[in-house]
């Protein structure tokens, strides 16, 4: 990424949260949102790409994110 690019638009995913949360959201909570969902879909992948390995297919397919989803949900939960 370029220098001064940002990520993701902070102020919307502040803005979504407050609107499902209906509470304010402290100053980084959307900086440790986003981390988060970085992990998870890099362990998800991980987690799928085993799988399919497993299975014997050339890449990641749809059945296999599907059948690594629960695992990694399960490893998320709070």
């Known amino acids: 990424m370029a220098p001064g690019q940002k990520m993701y638009p902070r102020a919307t995913v502040k803005k979504i949260v ?9 100053k980084n909570v ?9 992990l998870f879909m890099q362990t998800l992948v991980k ?11 050339r890449g ?6 599907k059948k690594a989803t629960a695992d990694t949900l399960a490893k998320f939960k709070g």
Do not use: P, T, W
């Not at 959307?30 to 970085?38: A, E, H, R």
């Not at 987690?47 to 297919?57: L, P, R, V, Y």
């Not at 990641?60 to 994110?65: E, F, G, N, T, Y």
């Open 18 to 26: 407050k609107a499902h949360s209906k509470c304010n959201v402290s």
């Open 47 to 57: 987690e799928a790409a085993i799988d399919a390995k497993q299975a014997g297919e």
């Open 60 to 65: 990641i397919s749809a059945r296999s994110v």
């Open 30 to 38: 959307d900086v440790m949102m986003f981390l988060d969902y970085v």
